[in-house]
C-alpha cells in the first residue's frame, strides 16, 4: 500500500517536545515535496511545514516558525518534525503528505495537491 506512516504523537504539557516522523511505505520520498499537516475535527486539514525535493529547503507557517523543524532523511524514507515549546493550540492529528503534482512544482500549502496520506498522530498539549 502505498502511504505514509505516522508516528511520535502523544500527550505533552505546554511547552514540551515530541519528534513525530512518517515513514513511506511503498515508495520512495527522494525528490518528492513534503509536507507536515494538522487537523482538527471538523476543520480543514491545514499545511505546518514544508521541505523541498530539490534542495531541502524549508518553509514555516508563522505559527511554527522558530518552534518546529522539518527535516529528511532519504537513505530512510523518513521525515521528521521536531516540535518545540509545544501550546494548546498545537493540539491536533498530524499527518505527513507528498506533493503528488507532475513535474517540478512550485511550494504548495494546500492538502487538495498531496497524497499518500497515512492514519495521521494525535498530538495533544494540556496540562
Known amino acids: 500500500q502505498t502511504r505514509f506512516v505516522e508516528s511520535g504523537g502523544g500527550l505533552v504539557q505546554p511547552g514540551g517536545s515530541l519528534r513525530l516522523s512518517c515513514v513511506a511505505s511503498g515508495f520512495t520520498v527522494d525528490y518528492y515535496h513534503i509536507g507536515w499537516f494538522r487537523q482538527v475535527s471538523g476543520n480543514e486539514r491545514e499545511a505546518v511545514a514544508w521541505?523541498?525535493?530539490?534542495?531541502?529547503?524549508?518553509y514555516y507557517v508563522e505559527s511554527a516558525k522558530g518552534r518546529f523543524t522539518i527535516s529528511r532523511e532519504n537513505a530512510k524514507a523518513t521525515v521528521h518534525l521536531q516540535m518545540n515549546n509545544l501550546k494548546s493550540e498545537d493540539t491536533a492529528v498530524y499527518y505527513c503528505?507528498?506533493?503528488?503534482?507532475?513535474?517540478?512544482?512550485?511550494?504548495?500549502?494546500?492538502?487538495?495537491?498531496?497524497?499518500?496520506w497515512g492514519q495521521g498522530t494525535q498530538v495533544t498539549v494540556s496540562s
Open positions: 521541505i523541498s525535493g530539490v534542495d531541502n529547503s524549508v
Open positions: 503528505g507528498a506533493d503528488a503534482r507532475a513535474g517540478w512544482p512550485s511550494m504548495s500549502l494546500s492538502a487538495d495537491d498531496y497524497d499518500y
